[in-house]
């Protein structure tokens, strides 16, 4: 039966942990898998989580299973973090919330829903875009092409591309689209350009699907949130998949979302009922623990306001990390502009560094990036940052 089994490359993310942990070396370190560190190199606790989970605990509550689409509470408090607390749609029954494994649980999620329910069979995701869509999306039956994303002259936004890429799909393509702190690349939309291309999408009869995993990391929590609003204004429908994994430090917890825009209370019902089915069919119904926790500090105001503190902090020093690694790049002898590594937004920096540069970080000085370029600032410290802004220099330089 396993004997034709072949073996499967390593994950391109996921396996940077499993070659980073078998490294012996001492000084190593791991900027590939998106993951926010503190200054002392610490995945955080954050004090509101601690609080929430002290009470929880303290409760001793029984273990039954979730209502399929999850807990209410945490569902409601998804949907005014997405769309904002004075949204008119949170009671207008069109919105529809499930709970989901992640972020990652969401997509796929919306995947199969639109593959088994709309027919779905095209997806379109940005050129460069996060390792995991292609893959997540080819699994679950579809052909995945791309639309221009990254202009590498620029560091910057192809928009044009991106708008006659999005425009040439054929009608009713389902366009994959990262809402805030675009993943790997760092460049986010303004709202021109979201107009811009709502109104393609619109004119083209897409599907929109957001991906939100980086809510907070951007700007703050509300700004972050602008593709979202702005799909919701004008009217379309649309899928959002969001996740809690980076902005509460839950990563194993998986705590995710998926959230949809339907065009009627009635169409929201039977949409409802089949999510449940795809939710049903794949895991019956999901976890308690990290949704409960969530809900506890979005539902009160007092750990809402220790957690955005604490989500702010994460962010700041990120962007403190950019700033810094910039500095001390140019400081060891880079000539090129690397400004751009300040520009970027969210965790990552598309450094621009090329798959045989990444090998060789690896290789001579136990710095982990993803294939593409890509680095996790977040990873980046006082005590790891020298050595990361030299061994970058050096592999610049030669
Ligand atoms: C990442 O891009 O590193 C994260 O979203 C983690 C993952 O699952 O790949």
New binding site residues.
């Given amino acids: 039966l396993f004997s034709p089994v072949e073996m499967a490359p390593r994950d391109p993310?996921?396996g940077l942990n499993e070659a980073f942990n078998a490294d012996p070396r001492e000084e190593k370190v791991n900027l590939g898998?998106?993951v926010y560190y503190d200054e002392n190199g610490k995945v955080p606790l954050l004090r509101a989580v601690q609080a929430a989970e002290e009470a929880r605990v303290a409760e001793h509550a029984p273990r039954t299973y979730l209502p399929m689409e999850g807990l209410a509470p945490y569902d409601l408090a998804v949907q005014k973090l997405l769309l904002g607390a004075d949204s008119a749609l949170l009671s207008s029954g069109r919105l529809i919330t499930a709970q989901s494994l992640g972020g990652?649980g969401a997509l796929k999620l919306g995947a199969d829903f639109l593959y088994r329910l709309s027919g779905k069979r095209l997806v379109a995701i940005s050129d460069p875009s996060?390792?995991?869509h292609r893959s997540l999306f080819e699994a679950a039956g579809y052909e995945v092409v791309t639309y221009p994303y990254y202009d590498p002259a620029t560091h910057g936004l192809n928009l044009q591309g991106m708008l006659q890429g999005i425009e040439q799909l054929p009608e009713g393509s389902v366009v994959l689209l990262h809402a805030c702190c675009h993943?790997p690349t760092g460049v986010d939309l303004g709202v021109d350009e979201w107009k811009q291309v709502i109104e393609v999408v619109r004119k083209r009869n897409h599907v929109p699907f957001l991906d939100i995993?980086y809510q907070g990391f951007g700007d703050n929590l509300e700004e972050d949130a602008l593709a979202v609003r702005l799909f919701a204004e004008a009217g379309l429908p649309c899928l959002i998949a969001s996740s809690f994994s980076k902005s509460f430090s839950l990563y194993g917890e998986r705590v995710g979302a998926l959230t949809l825009i339907t065009e009627t209370p009635e169409e929201g019902e039977r949409v409802l009922s089949q999510l449940k089915r795809v939710i049903r069919t794949n895991y019956s119904n999901p976890p308690t623990h990290g949704a409960k926790v969530v809900a506890a500090v979005l539902n009160n105001a007092e750990l809402y306001a220790i957690w955005e503190q604490e989500l702010a902090e994460m962010r700041v020093r990120v962007k403190q990390m950019r700033q810094a690694l910039v500095e001390k790049l140019q400081a060891a002898g880079v000539q090129q502009d690397v400004s751009f590594i300040q520009q970027q937004r969210g965790m990552f920096s598309f450094s621009g560094l090329t798959r045989e540069q990444v090998a060789r970080l690896a290789e001579e000085s136990a710095i982990y990036a993803v294939g593409s370029g890509r680095i996790c600032v977040a990873a980046l410290n006082d005590n790891n940052i020298d050595v990361v802004a030299n061994a970058m220099a050096k592999v610049l330089l030669e």
């Fill in positions: 993310i996921l898998v998106g990652t996060w390792e995991n993943n995993a």
